[in-house]
């Protein structure tokens, strides 16, 4: 059984904004949901391997977009519920601390690194050091993962 896509809530065109005026866009939208009722759906266009796109989102709104995202996008997320039909950079998901991600596409190295919680998903592969530094949290990969998967730097390394 296929699910039918969802017809957004809000849409919001990333490719002018500057990060401060996107967070003001999202800060604008009315999160109450209940339990009959989920949060808003917003739909995010215009991505274009912007880097540090979607960094500390904290609103708990359901996220949906289409295409690629640079370095560290999603870095520090909590509360939203963020899906991304492409792919991402390095360090996607850094410092995550509560949420969900999932990524139909690959991902570059450090996915998750220093997470402490929420649940990161990449539906494609991930190089390496994904998770690395993770305290808390759930990382899941389809793909292949590179070296150094869940690597700790020790009190004798740092």
Not at 131 to 149: K, L, P
């Amino acid at each position: 059984m296929t699910k039918e896509p969802q017809q957004p809530d809000h849409s919001i065109d990333i490719s002018q904004l500057t990060d401060a005026e996107l967070h003001a866009a999202l800060q604008s939208i009315p999160c109450q949901s209940g339990e009959d009722e989920p949060a808003p759906l917003v739909e995010l266009t215009g991505l274009k391997s912007q880097h540090s796109a979607m960094m500390r989102c904290e609103t708990p709104l359901r996220f949906q977009a289409t295409g690629n995202l640079g370095d560290y996008a999603f870095a520090f997320c909590r509360d939203a519920d963020i899906r991304l039909d492409g792919n991402v950079g390095h360090g996607a998901g850094d410092g995550m601390s509560g949420g969900v991600v999932l990524i139909t596409g690959n991902a570059g190295c450090g996915l998750g690194s220093a997470m402490t919680g929420g649940t990161l998903a990449v539906y494609g592969s991930a190089d390496d050091r994904v998770g690395a530094a993770m305290r808390g949290g759930s990382i899941f990969v389809r793909g292949n993962v590179g070296d150094d998967t869940g690597q700790v730097l020790s009190a004798a390394q740092s």
